[in-house]
């Protein structure tokens, strides 16, 4: 078989990116993809350092709506959104997600304590451990405000930006901050991302990493959704090759795309 949705899509409404999503769609036409979710970035109370994440929700489902008419006889197009979750946001988020029909709901930690890690000031004067599991128990605490989403992004997504990035950074020395995340994905019926960005940014590893994966696994979780978290056209579906081989030697059976905020499990 192997992976032929992906389920973690950004375009121009997008604050980071500038690629129009008719230019997104047919890349993943070209490559043969049977589906693809957009799920622009929406985050609210942005650190001062970066671009303002909001987006244009009446514009982006009427565009979307209308290229998932244009093209439905040639590739099954979702609509979704990524929300940014931060402690002070997470009651916002199911009154801004209740607005429109959508199909999918990333839930994704940017922020740490309203400061955003992609920046390197963010690590200045501090260790890179402590930041790390600072990270990590945030999500932990936002996962215990807010419910109304379908997958966790990228759980590791700092090490992307760490000042050693990924080389001092294991599973197990970060597992008592990072199992409570997975039991309450598991105990609450929630999927896990893998999601490429990590091989795009040379860590060698998606995000979260393949211990975390197996550990996901281990602890009875089965829900696995997959993603490039592509900005660009070039990087729909990047490495899912790589994915797909993680995904079964880990022991995983199946991913799952969503439809109208509904699972729907398809073989790897
Ligand atoms: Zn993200
Ligand atoms: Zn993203």
């Known amino acids: ?5 992906d389920c973690h899509l950004h375009s121009s409404f997008s604050a980071d990116s500038e690629t129009p999503a008719e230019a997104m769609i047919q890349r993943a036409i070209s490559i043969g993809l049977s589906g693809m979710c957009f799920t622009e970035h929406l985050d609210t109370d942005c650190p001062p350092e970066g671009p303002d994440f909001c987006l244009d929700l009446p514009a982006y489902f009427e565009k979307l709506s209308a290229l998932r008419e244009r093209f439905r006889d040639v590739i099954d197009i979702r609509i979704g959104l990524e929300f940014g979750i931060q402690p002070q946001c997470t009651e916002l988020l199911p009154a801004l997600v209740a ?3 959508f199909d999918f709901i990333i839930a994704s930690q940017h922020f740490i304590d309203g400061r955003d890690p992609y920046y390197p000031s963010f690590f200045e004067g501090t260790c890179e451990e402590t930041c790390y599991i600072r990270y990590f128990d945030e999500i932990r605490e936002n996962l215990d405000r807010y419910s109304d989403f379908d997958t966790l992004g990228h759980l590791d997504y700092i090490v992307r ?11 197990r020395r970060y597992a008592d901050h990072i199992d409570p995340i997975l039991h309450r994905l598991i105990d609450r019926g929630k999927c896990l991302e893998l999601n490429t960005g990590g091989l795009k940014y040379g860590l060698g590893e998606p995000n979260p990493c393949r211990e975390i994966l197996k550990r996901y696994h281990d ?3 089965e829900l696995i959704t997959v993603g490039s978290d592509a900005h660009a056209p070039e990087h729909i579906a990047y490495d899912f090759a790589t994915a797909e081989t993680i995904l079964k030697e880990i022991g995983f059976r ?3 795309v969503f ?7 398809l073989p790897l």
Do not use: D, H, S, W
């Open 1 to 5: 078989m192997g992976i032929f949705y």
């Open 99 to 101: 607005q429109y029909p």
């Open 161 to 171: 930006y760490g000042p050693n990035r990924n080389r001092e950074y294991t599973y």
């Open 219 to 221: 602890l009875g979780g």
């Open 254 to 256: 199946y991913y799952t």
């Open 259 to 265: 439809r109208e905020r509904k699972a729907k499990q």
